[in-house]
């Protein structure tokens, strides 16, 4: 049996290199490739002795480093307390709850399978709904969708109807601020906007923020790698395991350690459910980039026929009814709708 695992070894560690594309997800580069076919691999992990490559942002083992109050805690101070950020310096966290989705009966599909955490935060200061999703590569109009998100869980917050005055309703309706996680291969803002942006409503003259409907924080995993070469506080320890994937790292940060330690639990006890998670994820992932382009193919067709049509309804008002302005005369001979003529009638006397 000795000999025969003598054999057996080396051919394993012979496999050719994995492209990086076995995980688009993750930030792993090319040359990380044969580490990713090791992390994919239980039995060469095991008798190999290496140690696996995570893709910590993958939805799984994010909501499992996450779903600890703790560490969510820590995370959302570093992120969200003190100067230029969301809230002032002197912000106490009483609370934290976690809560079921409750607002995304509005949402975009393709957005709402990409939330990590819905949260009610209780502060010294009120309280405020945080959403924390990822996107691993932004799509077109991103920027456009998470307002329309973010809006949509501002409105559907239950309002208390007191029956006495209207605009007391609205009092209770809290704060919501929504963390936008992006990973991918390309920056989403220029490079003068910081790898961690924090967008609020602001008066344009004095630039104070003296409505708080709705905040914006962005992190910017690929700006973050470029910019950042070791991590300088607490935040950036934080985003460095984000960015980097990096469970080898000593960090400070005791809350990131206690992440850390979680992300090998799983891996050591968990592995399954997580590669199967991690499978799904990106078979719908391909199956709505799939389908969105055969609707977009689909608006094309339908936008170049509805041209042919208004084109063929022209052509046929100038040769049956050169000099007739009765749209129902002209409906009724061309067999269309009264709309239609109408249509194509001012699409004529613009061009004319």
Known sequence: SHFWLLLYIPVLFCVPAQPASLNPHSNLKPIDARRNFIYRNPFVRVFGGCSA????????????????????????????????????????????SYIQNEYIQNAPPELAKKIICDIVLSTNKGQVVIEMQKNCYPQEQFLNRIGFYASSLHTNQEILHTGKDSMGDYQNVDRVVLISVVGGYNNLFEMDVPFVSYHSFTESTTHKKLIHPIDFVIIELKKFIDEVHEPRNFLEEWIWLLAHNDIDYDYTNKHVQ?????????????????????????????????????????????????????????????????????????????????????????TMSCRK
Do not use: W
């Open 53 to 96: 490559t995570v893709d910590v942002t993958h939805d799984y083992m994010f909501k499992g480093i996450f779903k600890d109050s703790h560490r969510m805690r820590d995370f959302l101070s570093q992120l969200l307390i003190g100067d230029g950020k969301i809230f002032s310096i002197d912000t106490k966290f009483t609370d934290i």
């Open 258 to 346: 206690s992440a850390v330690q979680r992300i090998k639990v799983i891996m050591r006890d968990e592995f399954a459910t997580y590669e199967k998670c991690r499978r799904d994820e990106i078979y719908r992932d391909r199956a709505l980039s799939s389908a969105m382009k055969d609707l977009k193919v689909k608006e094309e067709e339908i936008k170049k026929k509805d041209e042919k049509i208004n084109l063929i309804t022209k052509a046929a008002i100038e040769a049956l009814c050169p000099t007739s302005d009765n749209k129902e005369e002209i409906a009724s001979k061309l067999e269309c709708s009264i709309s239609m003529v109408e249509d194509v009638m001012k």
